[in-house]
């Protein structure tokens, strides 16, 4: 496992995007390549975020796996998928429960090695950046896999999940 600060991650942009799109293309997410592009430029600017890392994982020499993360810092955020957390935690639980936390924004596993401990061995080394270990991320009810994989680790969800298509599942890490 390798840490990227801010700079570093900058410079290897395009190995993250080349990840990113190996993993977000393929169902359950099906995203295009101008999804690629929206996380390229993003990351760039989460990257400039207080606190700001990333983890990269290698498997025989290459890239396999990616986790970025940062300080959620009050007030709780608005834009990207911060609405929807809000909605669903409501106002007070939001700043309780996440604001402080480290926020992990993009777990990324590459297919070809999925199922052999990769994301499990990510997740360990984000949260062994965090002092008190308290972090948080979010999937949708769209890929069952995601969460079956964060429970299997022992993160909980922060809600009852939804089973409906398309919403926001908040998880809490391990204690």
């Given at each position: ?5 801010a700079a570093a991650t900058r ?165």
């Amino acid at each position: 496992m390798h840490t990227y600060d801010a700079a570093a991650t900058r410079a290897a942009a395009d190995r993250f995007a080349g990840l990113y799109r190996d993993v977000f293309t393929a169902p359950p997410w099906n995203e295009d390549e101008a999804r690629v592009e929206e996380f390229r430029a993003r990351l760039r600017q989460d990257a400039a975020r207080p606190g700001f890392r990333a983890v990269v994982a290698e498997v025989d020499g290459r890239w396999a796996g990616f986790t970025t993360a940062w300080p959620t810092r009050r007030p709780f955020p608005a834009g990207r998928a911060y609405g929807a957390v809000r909605d669903r935690l409501g106002p007070g639980r939001t700043d309780e429960l996440l604001v402080g936390a480290l926020e992990i924004d993009e777990v990324a596993v590459s297919p070809a090695v999925q199922g052999r401990g990769v994301g499990g061995r990510l997740l360990e080394a984000t949260l062994a950046t965090v002092p008190d270990r308290r972090a948080w991320l979010l999937t949708w009810t769209t890929s069952a896999q995601a969460i079956g994989f964060y429970r299997r680790h022992g993160w909980q969800p922060a809600h009852p999940i939804p089973d409906t298509a398309d919403e926001v599942v908040v998880f809490l890490s391990p204690a």
